[in-house]
């Protein structure tokens, strides 16, 4: 199983960026996915996560109203738009997959990762 993560980049402070993972596996459909991010010298932290079918979505409280996640499972793809975004949004973003139902914050209950794409917010 691959994960590929892509559409990072560097932005001013207040602008947007769209980040897109793409699964290899046809299986995606069934599976929770959810982007989490790592700063330079931190743990990493969940962002965002949502269900298989796209009716259940959950937020980290400093994303929220900010940030949207979202999935195309015709496209084995999950997205995360990410509005208004502020330097304390740096980070490198992953996304990640568990391939049932659980919708969780909890990076040990995902089991594929991406490769990660770098997010860099000037102020």
């Known amino acids: 199983v691959q994960l590929q993560a892509s559409g990072g980049g560097l932005v001013q402070a207040g602008g947007s960026l769209k980040l897109s993972c793409v699964a290899s596996?046809?299986?995606?459909?069934?599976?929770?996915m959810a982007w989490f991010r790592q700063a330079p010298g931190k743990e990493r932290d969940f962002v965002a996560g949502?269900?298989?079918?796209?009716?259940?979505?959950y937020y980290a409280v400093s994303v929220r109203g900010r940030f949207t996640i979202s999935r195309d499972n015709a496209k084995n793809t999950v997205y995360l738009q990410m509005n208004s975004l502020k330097p304390e949004d740096t980070a490198v973003y992953y996304c990640?997959?568990?391939?049932?139902?659980?919708?969780?914050?909890?990076?040990?209950?995902?089991?594929?990762w991406g490769q990660g794409t770098q997010v860099t917010v000037s102020s």
């Open positions: 990640a997959a568990r391939s049932d139902l659980l919708l969780t914050s909890s990076e040990y209950e995902y089991i594929y």
């Open positions: 949502i269900n298989w079918n796209g009716g259940h979505t």
């Open positions: 596996e046809r299986a995606f459909s069934g599976w929770t």
